[in-house]
């Protein structure tokens, strides 16, 4: 099998990632809930991660980066511990679900929402942020970088337009956190929201949130923590403020590997890397009759996804047609990103995504773009 879907989880993971969670399995107890040998060995693994992710981030307090499952989980956190019914947000037409359900759910309880839109080629138009702002405008809400077409947003032109109007800006870093370069200390970034089982090539159960000191995030969970027991209310210190129940300690202990074999190699080098073999795919596919390719190539960055539609072939037929006669793993549909879909035209359709991680060749980039090919050719017969 040719592996091409790691926008949706990377795959394989790295050396050390399986064996570390292994030997936290074997001899972890859990973490903050006792003093002995072996919930100590848990505790040091977890702030040890934390004071990593910290430093990966920009974000200056080791204690501001907050455990959970996923990236949805922190997203979910970020979102309804900052706005409230009386708020208004902005945000795009990019975003994930797991941005938009949130904000719609608090846009019923009252909350206003406003998006930034993409037009038919994917391409947001900044010259209107200006017109989405209201007197009680709080947080823009946004994607790094397109899980449907790779394009990266410009963070450096949104945390202007935040700064400048003392807005909040939480980054969904789902499909860029491990391989591109964010630092929220320098950047202007108020939460980085991310998980550990894409670029970051850890273990899936894995994700969290970076928090700038001075915003104060509304827990969404209350329960035990270790600490503080007999508090009726979540406790206020951080991290525990928002870390209720146990923490995934093996699958830390595998983010942590992870983050050891990223330090080695490179991130600039893993990212060169995957970029490059989408940029060979796109240049081998972009001028095939009857495919049509989504997305901005014009930019010199992007994250390694392309994503593309044969004539008029529902994109599960196509994506089918590439497991099952290619040995090809793509993702089809509709990428849990309706607004963009919406805006391509796709809506219906679909699209197939073609995403590279670091253990992805040449040779089996150069065999996609000529299934492809060979697809396109018969669709046109």
Request: charged share 20%; glycine share 12%.
């Given at each position: 099998?040719i592996?091409l879907?790691?926008?949706?989880?990377?795959?394989?993971?790295?050396p050390g990632v399986?064996?570390a969670m292994?030997e936290?399995?074997?001899?972890?107890g859990n973490?903050?809930?006792?003093?002995h040998?072996?919930?100590?060995?848990?505790?040091?693994?977890?702030?040890?991660?934390?004071?990593?992710l910290?430093?990966w981030?920009?974000?200056p307090?080791?204690d501001h980066v907050?455990?959970?499952?996923?990236?949805?989980a922190?997203?979910?956190?970020?979102?309804?511990?900052?706005?409230?019914?009386?708020?208004?947000a902005?945000?795009t037409d990019?975003?994930?679900?797991?941005v938009l359900?949130?904000l719609?759910?608090?846009?019923?309880q009252?909350?206003?929402?406003?998006?930034?839109?993409a037009d038919?080629?994917?391409?947001?138009d900044?010259?209107?942020?200006e017109?989405?702002?209201?007197?009680?405008?709080?947080a823009?809400?946004c994607?790094?970088?397109?899980?449907?077409?790779?394009?990266?947003v410009?963070?450096d032109r949104?945390?202007?337009?935040?700064?400048?109007?003392?807005?909040?800006?939480?980054?969904?870093a789902?499909?860029?956190a491990?391989?591109?370069?964010i630092?929220?200390?320098a950047?202007?970034?108020?939460?980085?929201?991310?998980?550990g089982h894409?670029?970051?090539?850890?273990?899936q159960g894995?994700?969290?949130?970076?928090?700038?000191e001075?915003?104060?995030?509304r827990?969404?969970?209350?329960?035990?923590?270790?600490?503080q027991?007999?508090?009726?209310?979540?406790?206020?210190e951080?991290p525990?403020?928002?870390?209720?129940?146990t923490?995934?300690?093996?699958?830390?202990?595998?983010?942590?590997?992870?983050?050891?074999?990223?330090?080695?190699?490179?991130?600039?080098t893993?990212?060169?890397?995957?970029?490059?073999l989408a940029?060979r795919?796109?240049?081998?596919?972009r001028e095939?009759?009857g495919?049509?390719?989504y997305?901005?190539?014009?930019?010199?960055?992007?994250?390694?996804?392309?994503t593309?539609?044969?004539?008029?072939?529902?994109?599960?037929e196509?994506?089918?047609?590439?497991?099952e006669?290619f040995?090809?793993a793509t993702?089809?549909g509709?990428?849990?990103?309706?607004?963009?879909?919406?805006a391509?035209?796709?809506?219906?359709?679909?699209?197939?995504?073609?995403?590279w991680?670091w253990a992805n060749?040449?040779?089996?980039?150069?065999?996609?773009?000529?299934?492809?090919?060979?697809l396109?050719?018969?669709?046109?017969?």
């Open positions: 099998m592996y879907d790691n926008a949706a989880t990377t795959r394989p993971k790295p399986a064996e292994a936290a399995m074997a001899s972890y973490c903050g809930r006792g003093a040998g072996d919930a100590l060995s848990a505790a040091r693994t977890v702030y040890g991660v934390r004071q990593r910290a430093e981030f920009g974000c307090r080791a907050a455990f959970t499952p996923n990236s949805t922190a997203l979910n956190i970020a979102i309804a511990g900052l706005l409230g019914p009386g708020d208004h902005i945000s990019w975003e994930h679900n797991s359900r949130p719609y759910r608090l846009r019923e009252g909350m206003g929402l406003d998006f930034l839109p038919s080629r994917g391409r947001l900044y010259g209107k942020l017109g989405l702002l209201r007197s009680n405008t709080k823009v809400v994607t790094h970088a397109s899980n449907l077409t790779g394009d990266l410009d963070l949104m945390a202007a337009f935040a700064r400048r109007h003392g807005l909040l800006l939480i980054l969904d789902s499909q860029t491990g391989t591109f370069p630092d929220m200390a950047q202007g970034v108020d939460v980085v929201c991310f998980t894409k670029s970051l090539l850890g273990p894995t994700g969290g949130l970076c928090v700038r001075g915003v104060d995030v827990p969404l969970l209350a329960g035990g923590t270790g600490v027991s007999f508090l009726e209310r979540q406790p206020e951080w525990t403020r928002l870390e209720a129940g923490l995934n300690s093996h699958g830390i202990a595998g983010l942590g590997a992870a983050l050891d074999y990223l330090e080695r190699t490179g991130r600039e893993v990212r060169s890397h995957e970029c490059g940029r795919f796109y240049e081998a596919v095939v009759p495919v049509t390719v997305g901005d190539f014009s930019t010199p960055e992007r994250a390694p996804i392309v593309l539609n044969i004539g008029e072939m529902d994109s599960s196509v994506s089918d047609e590439l497991a006669r040995q090809i993702r089809p509709a990428h849990c990103a309706p607004r963009l879909h919406r391509l035209g796709t809506a219906e359709q679909g699209a197939v995504r073609f995403s991680g060749t040449a040779e089996e980039t150069d065999a996609a773009a000529e299934a492809v090919r060979v396109a050719a018969e669709a046109r017969l």
